[in-house]
């Protein structure tokens, strides 16, 4: 599995441009689309305490050893997709050996989260009494409320030290 970490980027952008360039990338790799993940956090670069994100990009890419033949092709191809959104892009290729990756893949779901997969709920255009939010005095009766509960235990506290007293 390759991982693409992308630091530096708007994580939100993030999901709709990759779903964009999942493809491309994957072939610049010679790799299937399912061996290719990508990683967005919500990170950001800092450059002398100014905020870099969506100007500066480092691409962090953990791939097993076999993928080293194709790195150039990779990382030219990752520069210019990327380059689009950002000022400067940086790629980083770390490689691990592949007996050192552990998976799971549970058989009873699919493999990939997908549009087609997913579950979709229809947005609510108009707003019904349940969905509009109470605009009245939330605390109405609140004191009271406490000085009743306050009560209820001082009597229950009474009525168990008399119990315990016969």
């Known amino acids: 599995m390759i991982t693409i970490s992308l630091l530096g980027v708007d994580q939100y952008q993030a ?6 360039v999942h493809d491309q990338i994957a072939q610049a790799f010679e790799c299937e689309s399912e061996d290719l993940v990508f990683y967005a956090p919500d990170s950001f670069l800092i450059y002398k305490g100014v905020d870099q994100t969506s100007y500066q990009l480092n691409i962090v890419v953990s791939a097993p050893c076999r993928y ?4 150039n092709q990779a990382s030219q ?12 892009v940086h790629v980083l290729f770390q490689y691990f050996e592949k007996e050192n990756e552990h998976e799971y893949i549970n058989p009873d779901y699919p493999r ?7 579950a979709h709920f229809e947005h609510i255009d108009s707003e019904d009494e ?28 009474l009525e168990k030290s008399a119990s315990l007293k016969k």
């Not at 990939?112 to 997913?118: E, S, V, Y």
């Not at 349940?130 to 506290?157: A, I, L, Q, R, S």
């Open 15 to 20: 999901a709709s441009f990759v779903k964009d």
């Open 68 to 71: 080293k033949a194709v790195e």
């Open 77 to 88: 191809v990752l520069i210019k997709i990327f380059s689009q959104n950002h000022v400067h």
């Open 112 to 118: 990939f989260m997908t549009d087609d997969n997913m």
């Open 130 to 157: 349940d969905t509009k939010p109470y605009m009245g005095n939330v605390f109405e009766g609140y004191d009271e409320k406490v000085k009743k509960h306050e009560e209820e235990e001082k009597k229950k506290e």
